[in-house]
């Protein structure tokens, strides 16, 4: 028995358990001795602290209590002095003191200060009485690893002027959980600044006499690892909040709201405003917009809502342009979508804002050439990220802008260009994956074949996400790498009939067993499938194009349990598939599923397959579902109706037999 306590009173942390267990046996009480951590001590009870220094000489903690009451008269009959010398002798491994409802004075203080002050990590002294700030210097100046301090509901003897916090704040790098009460109401804000400052990296409760919440800031800005705080007080007649909550605002809609509170408000957003998104055919004087936010980093210039070329010439960016290269002194991101934005603008942009601007993005725009991106390459050769998608231009390009680009930009991130600039020499991109060796993350280029891309590749080492590539059915890709951070591919031709074989498959897939991201449009069918179950276990979204069955479907269910996002063609589906989603893709939100294959399906309806998807995937929250004729029943309606109580999209097309379905 007195074996199996050896190893279990270690587990006991309860101290009337432990008194118990001491009785026991002389064996038990001698253990208890010398492990025991903590011992509370009422002091109007057992005056003598030899006794207890006697008993639990090892003991890392102590509490010490006086009257259960705050009454002065019977404070007095208990004196701490005689603990404060045992402590200074006896207590070898003591790190944590509690003192509640006793007389300590300053020479207490000194003492404990002197003797314990490298050794104690907390000390709080609660309720007691007739010290003063005399005592707390000692403290400060001597029990320097304090972690934690706290003086609350204390009587001092004469008035604190605060510079015991000051000799607190120079000494101490350290403290946690500093707590200090109404006895100490004058202090000087500067000095809190100071702890602030100086226990950056450690600091996490703090709870002080109260202040104005203003004068804080300074003190919260060093004090990056607070939790709680306490010791607020709000100034009717000053208008901070706004200030300090406006930052955390990023929602356009919210801060027109709060701008619309009062004039203080109003120019309160014009000031600290980054973002704006202008749609110009409503707003087409960029005087307002300049005028209103002179302080934006971030502007977003929107066209109309579709790509009409008719509509788009009645909106004119060059204003715009002009206005940005004066007004927008601070401006580093600008998108630009469904507009007509000629060479001129851009030669402007380039040579007015070329070395602030670190985002351009050109989006379904039209009548600009390769000459315009000239000077974009030329001048604007800090940018971070260059977009140019689903735009018109009026001359072919040649890719010597892309050349440009490669020249003269190092630090380029997120590159992408599209089928506008189909002409370049894959050895600009190869150049370009050179010179951003170093920073390039994401790259979507116009398609090309992938073998030739290997040299880009063995230089782009940051580079996680590629878009625009060609599967060559006779290059040899035994030997090609991607980079080994890739998690994100876009591969646009992978042919079927090219490849009776899946070695050309594992090669490619093998190499990036990191893919967390793929699309592809012309497809292997089930074998390509089954070859991405195999060797991307860790994706989470797949587009897959073309025609697959439930074998293929089943196949990826079962390798790459962590897709949320699926979105794929079918030639044949069973209720076995669906089934098979449900019990591994435990993580799935969006699912996407279209039958092109609208004859010969024989497991059909699909209304058990779909139930059982999704009572697996909980987490669903967007369907699309377009079966042939009889592919769902009413019943089958009545089964998303009732499982599907997570889901916020819902596409259901030739399915149902009824309204009585929609109703279910």
């Known amino acids: 028995m007195e074996q199996v306590f050896n190893f279990v009173i270690p587990y006991i942390h309860n101290a009337n358990d432990l008194n118990s267990i001491s009785l026991v046996s002389r064996k038990l009480y001698e253990l208890d001795y010398l492990t025991r951590k903590h011992v509370t001590g009422h002091a109007h009870y057992d005056p003598n602290p030899s006794r207890v220094s006697h008993r639990f000489p090892f003991i890392v903690s102590l509490t010490l209590k006086g009257a259960p009451h705050k009454d002065f008269a019977k404070v007095l009959d208990i004196d701490i002095t005689p603990w404060i010398k045992e402590i200074s002798v006896k207590f070898k491994v003591l790190k944590a003191l509690r003192i509640r409802g006793m007389v300590v004075a300053d020479e207490d203080l000194e003492l404990l200060a002197r003797t314990r002050g490298k050794d104690l990590r907390s000390l709080s002294i609660h309720k007691c009485e007739l010290f003063s700030e005399d005592g707390l210097m000692y403290v400060s100046k001597y029990c320097d690893e304090l972690r934690t301090l706290c003086l609350e509901n204390n009587t001092v003897v004469r008035r604190a002027n605060g510079e015991w916090l000051h000799e607190l704040a120079l000494h101490n790098t350290v403290i946690e959980t500093f707590h200090f ?333 990191n893919l967390e991201v793929l699309h592809t449009e012309d497809i292997c069918g089930d074998t390509g499938l089954q070859v991405i179950g195999v060797f991307c276990k860790k994706l989470r979204k797949l587009t897959y194009g073309g025609q697959v069955t439930h074998m293929g479907l089943v196949a990826l269910a079962q390798g790459c349990y962590n897709l949320k996002y699926l979105h794929v063609g079918l030639s044949d589906i069973s209720n076995e598939a669906m089934e098979c989603i449900g019990t ?28 059982a998807m999704l009572m697996g995937c909980s987490k669903l929250k967007r369907l699309h579902i377009s079966l042939c004729h009889g592919g769902l029943t009413d019943m089958g309606l009545g089964y998303i109706g009732k499982y599907g109580h997570t889901l916020r999209y819902l596409f259901l097309g030739c399915t149902g037999e009824s309204d009585a379905g929609l109703l279910e």
């Open 181 to 513: 009460g109404y006895a100490f109401d004058r202090y000087d804000v500067k000095d809190v600044t100071l702890l602030a400052k100086n226990c950056c990296n450690s600091l996490v409760s703090l709870k002080i006499f109260p202040c104005l919440l203003i004068d804080l800031g300074d003190a919260f800005s060093h004090a990056i690892k607070l939790e709680y705080f306490s010791g607020a007080l709000f100034n009717e007649n000053r208008d901070y909040s706004a200030r300090i909550l406006t930052p955390y605002i990023h929602n356009a809609n919210d801060l027109n709201s709060i701008s619309l509170v009062s004039r203080k408000l109003y120019e309160l957003d014009n000031l600290t405003r980054k973002h704006v998104t202008v749609h110009t055919h409503y707003a087409p004087n960029p005087s307002r917009v300049s005028h209103r936010f002179p302080f934006i980093e971030s502007l977003t210039l929107k066209g109309t809502p579709h790509k009409d070329f008719a509509k788009v010439l009645d909106i004119d960016i060059t204003p715009w342009i002009k206005e940005i290269s004066v007004k927008f002194k601070v401006l580093k991101a600008l998108r630009i979508r469904g507009m007509v934005v000629a060479d001129e603008d851009l030669e402007l942009l380039a040579r007015t804002c070329g070395k602030d601007l670190r985002s351009l993005r050109i989006h379904k725009c039209e009548l600009f050439s390769e000459d315009g991106l000239m000077y974009v390459s030329r001048y604007c050769n800090e940018l971070r990220t260059l977009c140019l998608k689903n735009n018109t231009v009026v001359r072919r390009a040649n890719g010597e802008w892309l050349r440009e680009l490669a020249l003269h930009n190092t630090v380029i991130e997120t590159f992408h260009f599209g089928y506008a600039f189909d002409r370049y020499d894959v050895k600009d991109v190869t150049l370009l994956a050179k010179n951003y060796c170093n920073s390039l993350v994401s790259l979507k280029i116009f398609p090309c074949l992938l073998i030739d891309l290997g040299d880009a590749f063995s230089h782009a080492i940051k580079l996680e996400y590629f878009s625009g590539a060609l599967f060559n059915e006779n290059g040899d890709y035994s030997g090609f790498k991607f980079p080994m951070n890739i998690s994100g591919l876009c591969i646009c031709y992978l042919p079927e009939a090219s490849f009776p074989f899946l070695l050309p498959y594992c090669f490619l897939f093998e190499s990036c067993s």
């Open 584 to 611: 591994h893709l435990k993580n799935l939100r969006d699912f996407w599923m279209i039958l092109v294959k609208k004859d010969g399906i024989t497991d059909l309806p699909l209304d058990n397959g779909v139930r």
